[in-house]
């Protein structure tokens, strides 16, 4: 078996918690005890977990007396999740529920035939109307909806740290108007002595900067048109986004490929970089830090990609031989509640996916969210499934991955072209 294969499963941390005052805290999912769910997830320490923590206070006051069973497997992104969750599919043992992404990353497990169709499931519970007919399309398949979102991410934000910035001259609220501008920035703050002024991380993340470099250089339409096979990938968007990729990792800290989000994020957070690239969970790692927003760090769209929302959504599923369907029903409704998804959010630094969430609710960054998903262009985030399905987005972070390494931006071009080769005869 494969390593990395190996060490997500070693990683798996399958904890019993017994929610509404029911005694017994149990480890294993037994099939003949009904008051048990296993749910399967990414969100195993730090910000998200705290965010995991909200929802299980919702569900337990919602649903009482059954026992939640956490199958989460660290690792940004699903990193490690997604292969442990396919080897357990393949296997024959699902967990009751587990987290995707809305879009293009759950075509494999449709087609799989891995998941129920939960359109009934919609009706019965009156879901069809409390989502975005966006979001309820982005998780159509074949007139079948297959997964209840918890929420929704931007993964097309600049996180800043004030300090940082104000040290090298640099007005926190003067927004650089593109990326050849922040590159500027960049510049002026390693000139100030700022080692490493952009925090990056791991595979994914990179993949997350080089989606938003996509969007900067395509436009929303250009990039959208990647996907739709209208957009070239060797032709001058996609050379510029490689050319705009290649100089900003030359401002990163250079243990990059070694951190998740979180380390990289937590640079920032400590001053010791001016700047991340990061989906809207950051706001819960500042904002648990104690950091203000727009006091001690300041958001914005990544240069070039003002007024484009680029969307991901968490949701979730009932797998085909789930062993607690009821449970894991009950889940799905306290996920797409207006008070799970209220509590979640809260915490996660996400919007709710729900339309009659009311924005004075939420704190300063997502106000700023919600009224940009109201009003922007949407796209779908690559790294967080929604653009392209696993094989897919997989084999582009690779090419992005290895990049890293050689930085040479004809053989990433031309790995980008066989990617959406090999998609299409897929
Ligand atoms: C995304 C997920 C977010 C957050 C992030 C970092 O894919 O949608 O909820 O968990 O990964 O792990």
Redesign the pocket.
Known sequence: MHSRALAAIAAVAAIGITLGGCSAAGSGSDPNNPNQLEAFT??ASGS?KVGLDALLGVFGSQHPGIEFINASVAG???SNAKEALASRLEAGNPPDTFQA?AGAELDGYIEAGQLQDLSSFYQEAGLTDVFPPSLIQALTVDGRIYSVPSNI?RANVVWANTAVLESAGIDPVARPVDLDAWIDDLETLRAAGVESPLALGTEWTQLQLFENCLIADLGPDGYNGLWAGAIAWDGPGVQNAVDHYAQLIEFANTDYSSLD?DAATQLVIDGDAGYNVM?D?AEAAFSQAGLGHGQEYVTFPTPGTVGVFDF?A?SFTLPVGAPHEAAAKDWLLTISSAEGQKAFNLA?G?IPARIDAVAADYPSYQQTAIASFAEDKIVSSLA??AAANIAWSGDIASAVGKFGGDRKPEALINALVQAAHAAAAR
């Open positions: 990414w969100w998200e940004g992104a699903g992404h991410h989000w989906g969970w991901l968490d996660k996400s967080h499934g």
